[in-house]
Nanobody, 123 residues
Framework: QVQLVESGGGLVQPGGSLRLSCAAS????????MHWYRQAPGKQRELVAS???????NYADSVKGRFTISRDNAKNTVYLQMNSLKPEDTAVYYC?????????????????WGQGTQVTVSS
């Protein structure tokens, strides 16, 4: 069983910063790509940032230069540093990881999601 737990959301003023964390636990053999998504009210979930197992990163155009994704493989954790936040960044943020887990029948490769954390940017 694998579980992802997010933390770090909250209320921040425009121009402020927040750091999100997402830690995976359970019967983990390895973790491939890690991602952050967000979903604003009335909108579809969108990909914000990704990082491969080798550390290659990609960002949505709307957050380039403001957000930074990073990972700590020893802690099975992905981070999202968000700077210069704007009201349009307000959303529920979700992490997703592609994880190879170990079970009684062998190895399993699946995508796992965090529970989501609310980020609100408002004065």
């Amino acid at each position: 069983q694998v579980q992802l737990v997010e933390s770090g959301g909250g209320l921040v003023q425009p121009g402020g910063s927040l750091r999100l964390s997402c830690a995976a636990s359970g019967s983990i053999f390895s973790i491939n790509a890690m991602h952050w998504y967000r979903q604003a009210p009335g909108k579809q979930r969108e990909l914000v940032a990704s990082i491969t197992s080798r550390g290659t990163t990609n960002y949505a155009d709307s957050v380039k230069g403001r957000f930074t994704i990073s990972r700590d493989n020893a802690k099975n954790t992905v981070y999202l540093q968000m700077n210069s936040l704007k009201p349009e960044d307000t959303a529920v943020y979700y992490c997703k990881m592609t994880i190879r887990s170990v079970g009684s029948g062998g190895y399993y490769l699946s995508d796992y999601w965090g529970q989501g954390t609310q980020v609100t940017v408002s004065s």
